[in-house]
């Protein structure tokens, strides 16, 4: 094959791999689990008319997308240098003690999602946490009891309003 | 014309193509370039970087797989910079690889093992990080190993763009890469046909046919069983191979040889059968277009093709022809016609088949293949497998003198000679027809390939006034193209041959490796002049026979 078809193929998969993330993150956005479950995969495989190795293929490889049931918020701790020595230990500490779960796991009341992830970007802000897509830079213990209760005092707004 | 550029290759100037990669430009030269992820018939992949070479101007080291040569460009391809890179990557390859070659399914022809040798790899440094997860046995057909995957691609490419089957792909990133199907499901959870394309593409042993030769020894071994084995076609033009010899050699004499020397009981041929499925296709072929069934018929010998009819196409199977494969043909025959004649009880016959296919291997233990009321054929071995069991033997194919089949299994036609290459079914087939039909020989059907559509080629054939259209597609994703302009009732044919495999039978999943394009193209010739040669003799005794 000539190289300059090979070329062309690889740019229009680099498109269709753009166009499907695209997909994807809008499909995470709309379920109530903020994730991409197997059903879901499966139909967007069938309506792109590509097979569902593909979408799971793309899906797996970015951490924008989760394969798996998620809360409704995603707390995110960075778990890099920067955060580690600015006291990133406590705050995951806390944050675990609080959800009672542990990094990687969601609350059983499926409100929140505790992952960590390699930098925000804010580490002139370490240690920093992100919820959903809110930064909170130069948090302590105390101040990330608060913010906790911020989130848990609108989810029980929306349930009361809900009922 | 070809426009030419010149390169410096390690200090000389030499001449190539325009558009050729610096690693098919270097070979063209004398230079081999090692690779890994590199496979002809593929698109480039650039995973791997064993093939990387340094080109002037240039501050990184480049890959030659996917790199093209450009006037003027000086390429190294040997130095110690190279050197060095080319023996980090592969002990980084190693230390995550188990270091079972004396036990591998692949010894002797992996080209993990031939670049390490090559190579000259004595140590292998840093931590041995090699996983140690369950093999995928779930399938009678293949064996996934993902221990020893190097994450090449180059089964995702086979299956995706040639098949276009879409099981496997590669997931996650980085460290985590794994090649396999969605959610880490084995084969048997998911659509896979078991064409085994996979595997013959696969440079190392992580994904191979299933093993069966202990299940044939164990019978061979057993004094109570009569053991019969049946050649398919696509066989006799490639088991040469596993021995040395080029691609295409026709070693039919010496193969029953060998299968004698195996100590099986009568040596058949598959042909005997396949001259049934072409009586029955034929006739049936007829009795549609007489009694306005559904039409095009479809040729039903390929099991990979069978299960994907099933799988992606469930509302199109009443155009399957409803012969059965001469696989299957032969095994119900020769547990009741053989057997009665033989004065044998059928459940002490044991019928192997040699099989350029691993579907075959899923094909047998299907349900409804128990017409003599056990399993009609017990154990399937591909050319591969075959190749290994004549070598455990000590079986010395190149010496070995030419031997006939047994008669009554071994007697054919020759029509079915040709099954083993695309389009050779639907003329055998088309054969019977016409001469039912016409009282007349078919005279040589003139293909031509479909606009647009590499892979699937078309003829018309007049059957005393009315105009028959026929088509015939190799490969699973050309099948695809066929079948959605059948489901869209855009063909207008009257009979149509797929098969599964690239070419039809002779680049079957189980065939010797190192199958490519070229490979089959020399397959196919071998097989059209043979054929030629068995018509030719056949129409010499059909006309002496009258005198
Ligand atoms: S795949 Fe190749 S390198 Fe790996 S164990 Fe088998 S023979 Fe050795
Ligand atoms: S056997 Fe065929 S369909 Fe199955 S994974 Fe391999 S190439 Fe794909
Ligand atoms: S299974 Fe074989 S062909 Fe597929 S990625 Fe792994 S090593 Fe490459
Ligand atoms: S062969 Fe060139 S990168 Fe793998």
Redesign the interface.
């Known amino acids: ?4 078809t ?1 070329n062309n ?2 740019e229009t998969i680099v498109k269709e791999k753009q166009a499907l993330l695209q997909i994807l993150l809008a499909v995470q956005d709309a379920s109530p689990e903020n994730y991409v479950s ?1 059903d879901s ?1 499966n139909e967007i495989a069938y309506s792109l008319n ?8 793309t899906a ?2 970015y951490s924008a997308i989760s394969l798996k049931p998620r809360g409704r918020h995603i707390i995110r701790v960075c778990i890099n240098a920067p955060c580690e020595n600015a006291g990133k230990q406590e705050i995951l500490a806390v944050l675990e003690d609080q959800l009672g779960i542990i990094l990687g796991q969601t609350t059983s009341d499926r409100q929140f999602t505790l992952e960590g992830v390699s930098c925000l970007g804010a580490c002139y802000a370490s240690p920093a946490i992100k919820i959903d897509n809110t930064l909170y830079g130069d948090v302590t213990p105390e101040s990330v009891i608060t913010i906790l209760q911020e989130y848990r005092k609108e989810a029980e707004d929306v349930d009361c309003s809900a009922s | 014309m070809m426009k030419l550029v010149h390169f410096e290759l390690n200090g000389q100037i030499v001449e190539v193509n325009q558009g050729l990669s610096i690693m098919d430009a270097a070979r063209q030269h004398g230079v081999k370039i090692p690779s890994l992820c590199h496979h002809p018939d593929q698109r480039v992949k650039a995973n791997c970087r064993v093939c990387v070479v340094e080109v002037e101007g240039q501050r990184n080291l480049v890959s030659s797989c996917s790199t093209p040569v450009t006037e003027g460009m000086k390429v190294r391809t040997n130095s110690p910079r190279i050197r060095e890179t080319v023996q980090t990557i592969l002990e980084l390859i190693f230390a995550n690889h188990p270091q079972e070659c004396l036990t591998c399914v692949r010894n002797g022809n992996c080209e993990l093992r031939h670049l390490a040798a090559d190579y000259g790899i004595r140590e292998v440094k840093g931590e041995m990080t090699c996983a140690n997860a369950p093999l995928d046995i779930s399938t009678p057909s293949l064996v996934r190993n993902p221990n020893k995957c190097i994450k090449c691609g180059r089964c995702a490419e086979v299956c995706h763009h040639v098949q276009q089957t879409g099981i496997l792909y590669s997931h996650y990133r980085s460290v985590d890469v794994s090649v396999e199907p969605e959610y880490g499901k084995s084969l048997a959870e998911v659509a896979c046909v078991l064409c085994g394309q996979c595997a013959s593409v696969c440079p190392v042993g992580a994904i191979h046919e299933r093993d069966d030769i202990k299940k044939v020894w164990a019978a061979l071994d057993d004094p109570e069983k009569h053991v019969v084995v049946q050649v398919a076609p696509a066989v006799r033009v490639s088991i040469a191979e596993e021995f040395g010899s080029a691609p295409g050699t026709i070693a039919t004499g010496k193969l029953v040889a060998a299968l004698r020397k195996l100590g099986f009981d009568r040596v058949f041929d598959t042909d005997f059968s396949a001259d049934v499925t072409i009586m029955e296709e034929g006739h049936e072929l007829l009795h549609r277009i007489k009694t306005g069934g559904v039409l095009p018929m479809i040729t039903s010998c390929s099991p990979g093709w069978i299960k994907y009819i099933e799988h992606n196409f469930p509302d199109q199977l009443p155009h399957l022809s409803t012969a059965k494969s001469p696989q299957q043909m032969f095994g119900a025959l020769a547990k009741t016609y053989y057997a009665k004649r033989a004065g044998i009880q059928a459940e002490n016959m044991y019928v192997v088949s040699i099989m350029p296919c691993t579907a075959k291997k899923f094909e047998c233990q299907r349900p409804e293949m128990k017409d003599s009321g056990f399993q009609d054929v017990d154990a399937v071995l591909t050319t591969r497998e075959l190749g290994r069991i004549l070598k455990q033997a000590g079986v010395d194919f190149s010496v070995l003198s030419e031997e006939e089949f047994d008669a009554p299994m071994g007697i054919s036609t020759g029509a079915a000679a040709i099954f083993g290459a695309t389009g050779g079914v639907m003329e055998a087939a088309l054969r019977t027809v016409y001469e039912v039909v016409t009282g007349k020989e078919l005279p040589n059907i003139e293909f031509t390939p479909v606009r647009g559509m590499e892979g699937i080629k078309e003829a018309e054939i007049d059957l005393s006034g009315t105009k028959v259209k026929v088509a015939a597609a190799h490969g699973l994703g050309n099948a695809k193209q066929v079948m959605e302009l059948i489901k869209a009732g855009q063909a207008d044919y009257t009979f149509v041959e797929i098969m599964a495999c690239p070419g039809g039978c002779i680049g079957g999943g189980g065939q010797p490796y190192g199958t490519t394009n070229a490979v089959r193209k020399q397959r196919i010739e071998k097989c059209n002049g043979w054929a030629k040669d068995v018509r030719n003799f056949l129409h010499y005794v059909f006309n002496y026979s009258k005198l």
């Open positions: 094959m000539k190289l300059e090979i193929n690889i197997e995969v590509v097979s569902r190795s593909r979408v799971y293929s797996s490889f």
